[in-house]
């Protein structure tokens, strides 16, 4: 089945502690997006990618990083420079300009 | 600056009424707009979506939105609400010619009581 998949479902992160947050779309989508998700805020935009190699800075994308090497593949990196990182993330991904379809999101915790 | 307006945080409805949910955009062309949905800790499913044509769309789960250009509002309805509708609705906007750049709004609580 197509779709886009998000791993892991919960991740715990050490306060100076980088971590990868994984995204996989087999629905052969050129346009791959990061979102950051906190109650009564939205989705807040963090990066997105229009096609392999290229990427642009979202509207919260301090603390973050991203790397867009193979269609399919869109990690999202939470740096220690992000200060306060708990949050639900949910990644999207779309044929540029149609509807996004979503991941089962990945609940970030800092411990 | 542009931006996505949902301006109801909270809605409460009794099962069996009517519900409409407000969007409102601005840009200075009309955007491509969306509404989804989302379930407690899921991912977002899209209901609906207007590029152009009919101003009136229908889509999944019987709801309807309509497209007003001159009050730049995409208003989500359905004539008869579910107790399984209780969930977060988002209304969301792609620029065209901006870099398909996806916002979303601040997403409405509904609450439907039996």
């Known amino acids: 089945d197509g779709g886009i998949t998000q791993s892991p479902k919960y991740l715990f992160r050490k306060e100076g502690q980088n971590v990868t947050l994984s995204c996989e779309q087999n629905l052969n989508h050129d346009a791959m997006y990061w979102y950051r998700q906190d109650p009564g805020q939205g989705l807040r935009l963090i990066y997105y990618s229009q096609i392999v190699n290229d990427f642009q800075k979202g509207d919260i994308a301090e603390g973050y990083s991203v790397s867009r090497e193979k269609k399919e593949s869109f990690p999202l990196t939470v740096t220690s420079a992000q200060k306060n990182p708990t949050a639900f993330y949910l990644c999207a991904s779309s044929i540029g300009g149609g509807h996004a379809f979503f991941g089962q999101g990945t609940r970030l915790t800092v411990v | ?114």
């Open chain 2, 1 to 114: 600056a542009q931006s996505v307006t949902q301006p109801d945080i909270h809605i409460t409805v009794s099962e069996g009424a009517s519900l409409e949910l407000r969007c409102n955009y601005s840009y200075g062309a009309t955007p491509y707009l969306f509404w989804y949905v989302q379930s407690p800790g899921q991912g977002l499913q899209l209901l609906l979506k207007y590029f152009s044509g009919d101003t009136l769309v229908q889509g999944i789960k019987g709801f309807e939105a309509e497209f007003k250009r001159s009050q730049s509002s995409f208003n989500l309805r359905k004539p008869s609400v579910h107790w399984s509708d209780a969930a977060e609705y988002f209304c969301a906007v792609v620029l065209t010619g901006g870099g398909n750049k996806l916002t979303f709004g601040t997403g409405t609580q509904l609450k439907v009581e039996l």
